[in-house]
Each structure stands twice: as structure tokens, then as C-alpha cells.
């Protein structure tokens, strides 16, 4: 079994929480989009080798929702196994990052359907993917 985990490819994403005082913003995903049965999680995209991952972070979410975000820190590092959309298992590694709003209104881009400023305190009531679920409790914002 090992070595045929040594052979799955491997996809690196940077997660970034978001936010905005007592708030982070989030996305939804119209129902039965997969892999995942829940339907909010956070912001994320692909790592492009030789850049920094904060820079491709921010730039993403500029582009993506219209949002203007500062890096505040790096915080963790996850990994999980599962199959991507293209129906591929790969094993997937989270550079997760903490930043903070600066400007912008965020808006809906195609393919999506909600952006929003969720509170902290009202985490534990969304439907929430698993590895958002690791990553904010890691933050402390669910037990």
C-alpha cells in the first residue's frame, strides 16, 4: 500500500482565512458539487512554483472576488488523500495563511453560489468541508 501512495501525484494548495473583525469570508458551492457533500469552504488556490504563496494568494482573491487582503501570518500545513475533480486521487497538501481585509466589496464569480462574511460564532452552524473544518480548528474557531 505504501508504495502506491508514493506514486499518487501530488497537488499543493494555499487556503487562506480571511477576515474582517469578528467575521471570515467564506464561499458556497451550489449542492451535489463535488468532492464533497457540504457545501462552504474557504478560499483557495493552486501554488504556482517560484512564487511566493502569499502574493498568489492575494493576487487570486483580488481577481477572483474583488476583495483587497494583507497576509498577517502562515499558519499550518495540512495533507489529505481524495480525488480531485478531474477524477484523479492525488494527495493534496494546504499551505494555510491567515490574512486580513484592507478594501472591497466581495462579489459572487460564476461557478459559485455565495460569498459572504460569516461570523466566527456562527461557524459550528454551516455545513462546512472537512479540511475548512481542520483548518479552523486549528484557529480555534471550532472544537
Do not use: C
Not at 473583525?21 to 488556490?45: C, N, Q, V
Not at 502574493?55 to 487582503?69: E, L
Not at 488523500?81 to 486580513?100: A, P, R
Amino acid at each position: 500500500m505504501i508504495s502506491s501512495q508514493r506514486s499518487l501525484p501530488i497537488k499543493i494548495l494555499i487556503v487562506g482565512n480571511i477576515k474582517k473583525g469578528d467575521s471570515i469570508l467564506m464561499r458556497k458551492k451550489f449542492a451535489g458539487s463535488k468532492p464533497y457533500l457540504e457545501t462552504w469552504y474557504s478560499f483557495g488556490t493552486e501554488f504556482i512554483p517560484g512564487q511566493d504563496p502569499r502574493d498568489t494568494f492575494v493576487g487570486y482573491i483580488q481577481g477572483f472576488v474583488g476583495v483587497i487582503i494583507r497576509p498577517t501570518k502562515r499558519v499550518f500545513w495540512d495533507t489529505e488523500i481524495k480525488e480531485d475533480h478531474d477524477g484523479i486521487t492525488k494527495q493534496f497538501v494546504y499551505l494555510d495563511l491567515e490574512l486580513e481585509y484592507v478594501s472591497g466589496e466581495p462579489f459572487v464569480p460564476e461557478g459559485l453560489e455565495k460569498v459572504e462574511w460569516i461570523l466566527i460564532a456562527n461557524l459550528s452552524k454551516l455545513d462546512v468541508v472537512p479540511p475548512s473544518v481542520a483548518f479552523f480548528k486549528k484557529l480555534g474557531y471550532l472544537e
